[in-house]
DNA sequence: ACCTGAACACCGTTCAAGT
DNA sequence: ACCTGAACACCGTTCAAGT
């Protein structure tokens, strides 16, 4: 009397699905199913990450899924989270002594961090909104760190919220770009031939001279950290010197 | 004899599919399915403009649309052509003779537009990867026009570019924020509680005072241009400068 | 309590026709 | 030359079971 007749209807005849046994009850819980999904996600991308295709990975049906997370949409905002908070980690404080050196250096590591990991970029600057108005504790508690710093250095609230979003954005947006540059060139998609280049002398001039028309250059993202921080310089300036006033008016 | 019998299948029976009749040939068009594609995607949003959706819409079989656009890619190509172009029009020029202050006009436009279309928005933001690397003869002659004018202002090549490319990209980013907190606002997903709010003292007091933490606010943009565009002006004092300089060497 | 396959609705696309 | 339905592969999700 065989025992291993016992499955299901898998017969004599040559199984060309080798039809996977059935996991045991706890073999798999919700950390494994993220580690797989990035994992997975790694290999290939967040857009062919599918639900067969996760439950393949783990070699489970895939229906097992929906225990742990009620749909796709909740486990990618699980995916999310975990990237969220690995992500601010990875980032410097802001230290006040020098600020604007060490912002600077904050908003390098942001766009380093985006550059190295695709799925990062594509969990964090496809689908959240904003950087703060995130629920995560890790995430708000960095960005607290740095407004406190920089209120700290002499900015009024509304400057450092201004500074710090307006960084954050420029930085998530050149991300963005690249990535998707990155993905076009994948898709083997090039450069699309202008149509009419004697409209166009002056971009033709440009791209003569090696410039990438349209293409994040290497320093764009500096030069637009130019911009911010020596904005803000100015602004710093000006409340200390508004605050120095006041308190001379209020001798006399 | 009746000829009505010819049809397929539509028997005696109540057909409570009405069947549609069969369109003639030359009754639609890609210009027609394009208008319709707008339509429907005004109508509801571009996320779920399908083809099964459109060919209702059209009152046309699901398969005729691919007889005019070979795929789903392809058509939204041509819709973002078709938007990228009429965008582009309703962009204003910018004048040699006040540049700070026509650029950023140009600026407040292309917000304006984008957050008066989500179509627009979604398809331009969302597909396309830069604001030059267009196809479109239409935008890269706007593009053009404005990088001209700035060189003739004064401005070296490739800080026209910088500055052209930064302040595309902020108002490109804004609205993609824009965008999506609508989008969030209208599936009824509101701004996620702070865990713990003991732990975050600045945040907590800022948003007693009325900022919407890691949401835009209304002059966010601005702030930006602000930045954008002082630097640009003292980019430009410096390069005309140092071309006066240059000048008055060269007659000693 | 946890894992599973069958089944459903829906989508993009192909193909072999119809007119 | 243009329009069409049947059919396919694939996806996310539900449900009624199995263990």
Redesign the pocket.
């Known amino acids: 009397m065989p025992t291993e007749g ?4 898998s017969d004599s005849v040559a199984t060309d699905t080798p ?11 919700a950390d494994d199913i993220l580690d797989a999904a990035f994992s997975l996600a790694a290999e290939t991308s967040l857009d ?8 393949a990975h783990l ?17 990618l905002d699980a995916m999310t989270d975990r990237a969220l908070e690995r992500y601010s980690i990875g980032i410097p404080f802001i230290s006040a002594a020098s600020w604007d050196r060490s912002l600077r250096e904050h908003a390098r590591t942001m766009r380093r961090l985006f550059r190295e990991d695709p799925v990062l970029c594509d969990l964090v600057i496809m689908r959240t909104t904003t950087y703060g108005a995130s629920s995560n504790q890790v995430v708000m508690e960095r960005f607290e760190a740095v407004l406190t710093t920089l209120i700290e250095v002499g900015f009024r609230p509304k400057d450092a919220l201004d500074i710090y979003f307006s960084l954050a954005m420029h930085t998530r947006g050149l991300a963005m770009l690249e990535r998707r540059q990155d993905m076009d060139r994948e898709a083997g998609i090039q450069t699309p031939e202008m149509v009419d280049r004697d409209k166009l002398p002056t971009l033709t001039k440009l791209m003569k001279q090696g410039h990438t028309i349209g293409f994040v250059e290497e320093d764009t993202f500096e030069y637009g950290l130019d911009c911010f921080i020596e904005h803000a310089q100015k602004t710093l300036q000006k409340t200390q010197q508004a605050a120095i006033t006041r308190r001379e008016r209020r001798k006399k």
């Not at 062919?48 to 439950?55: F, I, W």
């Not at 489970?60 to 909740?74: D, L």
């Open positions: 016992i499955s299901v209807a039809k996977r046994p059935r996991r045991r009850r706890g073999s798999i819980n062919s990450l599918t639900m067969p295709s996760l439950a070699k489970v049906g895939v229906t097992s899924i929906y225990w742990y997370f009620r749909s796709k949409e909740y486990l």
